[in-house]
């Protein structure tokens, strides 16, 4: 694609924590400009928590941040509504939830849906919700993995666009089978930004496409076991 100035895909990065994800897009971002022309940019990371890891590693790369504190608002309404708005002076094309610890409201999801992606530590639609990976030691799972969907009104439950499968290992604990799942977060988000910001990776109803193709349930799979 040969995009134009005035055509490069504009991307909000929401953020809660360390931003691992946050620095691992930006970075991909930044690779891909230097390399083609096919560019996107990040036009900003937006936290809830003044006090995020991420806010500082998102400043060290120049981006531009800002901060919205969900403490300071009466309602999740409220609050997802001034989030709205600080997205929209930023005029985006994709917003990444990368490690944003909020649950969103259907006003939120509604107006972006097709164009909100997040990531989930686990082979979604499998273990929804919080401790995935001690959840999938505790049930004797042989593997595990990570899923970037696009974000639909159900709590972890939008279409899958990629997901990443790891090995548990006897010797496994959660910290472990974390790390090694990071890992692979850093690089199945980078590819589905670029498959996005490329036109490829679309949502139609609650089908998630990849050039025109409908996905999987599981979405594209990279299987990491050797
Ligand atoms: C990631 O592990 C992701 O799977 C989950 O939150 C974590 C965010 O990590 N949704 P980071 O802030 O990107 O380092």
Redesign the pocket.
């Given at each position: 694609m040969q995009a134009s100035e005035a055509e490069k895909p504009r991307i909000v990065v929401l953020?809660s924590?360390?931003?691992?994800?946050?620095v691992a897009i930006a970075e991909a971002v930044k690779a891909e400009v230097s390399d083609s022309d096919n560019e996107a940019e990040i036009v900003g990371v937006i936290s809830n928590r003044p006090n995020a890891e991420?806010l500082n590693k998102a400043q060290a790369l120049d981006l531009h941040t800002d901060i919205i504190d969900h403490t300071l608002y009466a309602s999740r309404e409220e609050f997802d509504h001034a989030l709205i708005r600080m997205i929209e002076d930023l005029k985006p094309d994709l917003v990444v939830l990368?490690?944003f610890m909020r649950i969103l409201t259907a006003d939120f999801t509604r107006y972006y849906e097709g164009r909100l992606l997040n990531?989930?530590?686990s082979l979604l639609p499998k273990y929804q919700g919080l401790n995935t990976h001690q959840r999938a030691l505790d049930a004797g799972d042989d593997i595990h993995g990570?899923t970037v969907h696009f974000v639909t009104e159900e709590l972890d439950g939008g279409p899958n666009a990629i997901q990443a499968i790891v090995p548990i290992l006897d010797i496994d604990n959660a910290q472990e089978l974390q790390k090694r799942i990071?890992v692979q977060?850093h690089i199945i988000y980078p590819i589905a930004v670029k498959w996005f910001c490329e036109g490829r990776l679309t949502m139609k109803g609650n089908q998630a496409l990849l050039d025109g193709k409908q996905l999987p349930t599981s979405g594209i799979q990279l299987d990491t076991r050797g």
């Open positions: 953020i924590g360390s931003g691992s994800n946050m991420g990368a490690g990531i989930h530590p990570v990071q977060e």
